[in-house]
């Protein structure tokens, strides 16, 4: 499931990796995500989320409200939003106005669409203990492949050990995640939404082939 709504979402600002906190709004989200996924009485050996407050804030949220808080919890960079280089920190309105529709459109939701990049890595976010440089920028594509060596390593042999995962994340990052398992051609990623605070509950055959796929509105 993607994090609850951000103070970044309520403004219509684009984000990335800035650390956002959640708006009272996406507290209340996550608090009622967390009451739905209890219903359906799934017990997780792990959660995974990315290193960002927006993210870390909405799992623990819905592991408090399924009695889980005690599951081992994973954070990794690969999980973090898609970097969206010079356009994050600025309006999305303002932005699509300035650069027209057919940019806009390519930077945001396309998957090959590289945004302006920054000049330098900003000194604020500091990932060097994780062995990596902050990247200047990234399309969805560059952002996926981080994200499926994550899935690959980390994610798939919990569930082929027949253990639940639940992953906490962001827009960018399911939906390069749900375009690898529901394999989704290239230029139809545009089309795919994920709203925040709806868990999508897979159920996946011994190969990980989808059986069902459910969302939890």
């Known amino acids: 499931m993607r994090h609850g709504q951000s103070l970044a979402n309520k403004n219509n600002i684009f984000t990335g990796w800035n650390d956002v906190p959640l708006t009272a709004e996406g507290e209340l989200q996550a608090h009622l995500a967390g009451k739905k996924l209890f219903d359906e009485h799934i017990h997780f050996e ?8 927006r993210a870390i804030k909405t799992a623990n949220i819905v592991l408090s409200e399924i009695n889980q808080l005690y ?13 969206y280089g010079n356009l994050r920190g600025k309006n999305k309105q303002d932005i699509k106005n300035k650069y027209g529709t057919d940019k806009f459109n390519a930077w945001r939701r ?3 669409g590289l945004p302006p990049l920054l000049k330098a890595s900003d000194a604020i976010n500091n990932y060097c203990n994780c062995g990596i440089t902050e990247p200047l920028g990234e ?10 060596s994550y899935w690959t390593d980390s994610i798939a042999p919990n569930l ?3 253990h639940n995962q ?5 827009g960018s990052t399911l939906r390069a995640l749900i375009k690898f398992l529901e394999v989704i051609p290239d230029e139809k990623i545009n089309q795919v939404e994920v709203p925040n605070s709806q868990p999508i509950v897979y159920t996946f055959d011994r190969n990980l082939k989808i059986l069902d796929k459910k969302i939890i509105i």
Request: glycine share 2%; net charge positive.
């Open 71 to 83: 599951i081992r919890e994973h954070k990794s960079w690969r999980l973090n939003e898609r970097h």
């Open 110 to 112: 396309g998957f090959y």
């Open 160 to 162: 082929m050990n027949n």
């Open 166 to 170: 639940l992953i906490v994340a962001h």
């Open 46 to 53: 792990d959660v995974h989320t990315s290193l960002l407050l």
């Open 139 to 148: 399309s969805l594509s560059m952002a996926y492949q981080r994200l499926i």
